[in-house]
């Protein structure tokens, strides 16, 4: 299996920061990752897919970069809102596997 | 509008059975890949099971001869079907739909809770 490793596990940061999560695959997954957003008490919501491109409805300051073993998630100009969960997943085979998340909170 | 509701979970003693069903509407659910994602409390994300084109199915390696994932082209519906439950099974159960293309689960339920305790 796949094994997606995530860091930080947690992050504090402020409004208007930029901040950047990584996750890095055990083995070459090429451009198969995802990156999501759950906040307490809700479905996980897709925010990137392909490594680098914007799902629909979400919004324009979350951009994702990378390709093989290495990824980053970067949010440009943190808002209160964004204080969530940050999951990878690997979609390059089953199974399926997500990193252990980082838990993002505004200061 | 895509939809995902499931329903079906409950409280179950170890070593029994739930069905967990899963009505989509806005979409065909044979017309993509699906799978069942879990997450214990206060736990990450887990992938469980997925069906694919040709009906050809996988499963995470600790649910496999235990659970049984289907779907059903004219209801509409994604089922998962759970026999000899474990303790460790207990999470919040979410029905998801794999985008048709580059990865990522772009669709989800709001999950089913499934408790397995004696």
């Known amino acids: 299996d796949i094994q997606m490793t995530q860091s930080p596990y947690s992050l504090y940061a402020s409004v208007g920061d930029r901040v950047t999560i990584t996750c890095r695959a055990s083995?070459?997954?090429?451009?198969?990752l995802a990156w999501y957003q759950q906040k307490p008490g809700r479905a996980p919501i897709l925010l990137i897919y392909g490594a680098a491109n914007l799902q629909s409805g979400a919004p324009s300051r979350f951009s994702g970069s990378g390709f093989g073993t290495e990824f980053s998630l970067t949010i440009s100009r943190l808002q209160p809102e964004d204080s969530a969960s940050y999951y990878c997943?690997?979609?390059?085979?089953?199974?399926?596997?997500f990193g252990q998340g980082t838990r993002l909170a505004i200061k | 509008e895509v939809q995902l509701v499931e329903s079906g979970g409950g409280l179950v003693q170890p070593g029994g059975s739930l069905r967990l069903s899963c009505a989509a509407s806005?979409?065909?659910?044979?017309?993509?890949?699906m799978s069942w994602v879990r997450q214990a409390p206060g736990k990450g994300l887990e992938w469980v099971a997925g069906v694919i084109k040709d009906e050809v199915t996988y499963y995470l390696d600790s649910v496999r001869g235990r659970f049984t994932i289907s779907r059903h082209h004219s209801g509409n519906e994604v089922f998962l079907q759970m026999n000899s439950l474990r303790v460790e099974d207990t999470a919040l159960y979410y029905c998801?739909?794999?985008?048709?293309?580059?990865?990522?689960?772009?669709?989800w339920g709001q999950g089913i809770l499934v408790s397995v305790s004696s």
């Open positions: 806005g979409f065909i659910v044979s017309s993509n890949d």
């Open positions: 998801v739909r794999h985008r048709s293309s580059e990865g990522g689960l772009d669709s």
């Open positions: 083995q070459n997954i090429g451009k198969w």
């Open positions: 997943q690997q979609a390059h085979t089953f199974p399926i596997t």
